[in-house]
């Protein structure tokens, strides 16, 4: 079929082409924003009682801020709601692909096939296709982590003076647009214009050639039909 075949089934079934082109159309204007997910992320520090963060040098200090960490994470409300595993999950929820959920981490500083545990903190992370619900679910977790880290030691009955405490209350909190990035969302809708329009001709071609078979063919000049007799 050379191109002017082509052309003129266009123009015959051209009510398929222009139910297409509004298809393809469609579907560019949906798929241009692109999928935005927000990641919120904050790092709540674990305090001796009375001082500031103390450095992976405080041998004597890191280990117990460590071990108490690791046990208000096991401790959290939030956990038993199925929240991520915080001990096996090593990467972003972002890059795997998760729309909506969280995840509470001790740190491990060991790497892939060790593990080292020597930061006394809880990294947290929310995600959401809504920024506001992203951030509003972080916020809630780590003040279940101020709470449950003051639950944990008033029933050890240990003094207020001498109780840890938290950065949750003064922790900087990082959202950002986990989404495709611009150059990204170009090419996507690109491609999909162009699948759609080859989809476009290629529907109106063969509905042209269905329908062209299906048209009675024209009787011949000097041909009488001949009614059929009974038996």
Known sequence: MSAADVLQCLARRWYIVL????????????????????????SVVFLWPGSGPVSRTDDTAVPALVNFAA?????????????????????SLVGAEVRR?????LPNSGGQWSQSYNQPMLA??????DPQAAENQLTAIMRQIDETTAELQERLAIPPAERVTTTAGTANIDLVDGGVNAG????????????????????????????QRRRPRP??????AVPARGV
């Open 19 to 42: 139910l297409g082109l509004m298809m393809t159309c469609a579907g560019c204007l949906a798929a241009a924003p692109g999928q935005h997910v927000y990641s919120a992320r904050a």
């Open 184 to 211: 990204t969302r170009v090419r996507g809708v690109s491609a999909l214009g162009v699948l759609g329009a080859f989809s476009t001709i290629v529907g109106a071609v063969l509905a042209d050639r269905a329908l």
């Open 219 to 224: 009787v011949r000049q000097g041909m009488t």
């Open 101 to 105: 959920g969280y995840v509470i981490v």
């Open 124 to 129: 947290i992370e929310a995600v959401d296709v």
């Open 71 to 91: 046990m208000v994470r096991l401790a959290l409300p939030a956990l038993s709601e199925g929240a991520s595993d915080g001990g096996a999950f090593g990467g």
